[in-house]
């Protein structure tokens, strides 16, 4: 359910804000996924175990998949990490929230493992600090 939930929130941004849809990937892929990290927590670990650290011969423990797509994206030219990288300011997402919980709650939270409860629950996952993995 993580990329049908993770598309539908990337279009309407990408849409709603003008940003490129590879950006938008950078900038809400973690958010999403930690948001949604309590509900899905085996998945994670998969994830982190595919992005598994292995330096040398020594193994180190694995971050949150949340964590490790966020270095990931950090890492990648072009594609903005934050919303301020996108001219999003923090007014516009919390009328973006306002009118994802508003126009498409019901179908976010079909598709969602971990409910959102309003539109402030929508924000708080959306302006989540990536220092926060």
């Known amino acids: 359910c ?3 939930i993770a598309h539908l929130i990337q279009n309407h941004y990408s849409a ?3 940003v490129h849809q590879g950006s938008c990937s950078g900038i809400l892929s973690a958010r999403i996924l930690n948001y949604h990290r309590s509900k899905t ?3 994670q670990i998969s994830i ?3 992005l598994d650290l292995v330096i040398g ?3 180190y423990a694995l971050p949150p998949a949340p964590k490790l797509v ?3 994206v950090a890492t990648l030219p072009g594609v903005a990490k ?3 990288d996108a001219n999003v300011d923090e007014q516009m997402l919390r009328e973006f929230a306002e009118y994802m919980y508003n126009q498409h709650g019901e179908k976010l939270n079909r598709l969602s493992p971990k409910p959102f409860c309003s539109a ?4 708080g996952m959306l302006t989540l600090p990536i220092a926060n993995f």
């Open 2 to 4: 993580y990329p049908s």
């Open 57 to 59: 011969d020594r193994q």
């Open 82 to 84: 934050d919303h301020a």
């Open 16 to 18: 709603r804000f003008n």
């Open 41 to 43: 927590l085996l998945k």
């Open 70 to 72: 966020s270095d990931l």
């Open 120 to 123: 402030e629950d929508f924000l």
């Open 48 to 50: 982190a175990q595919v």
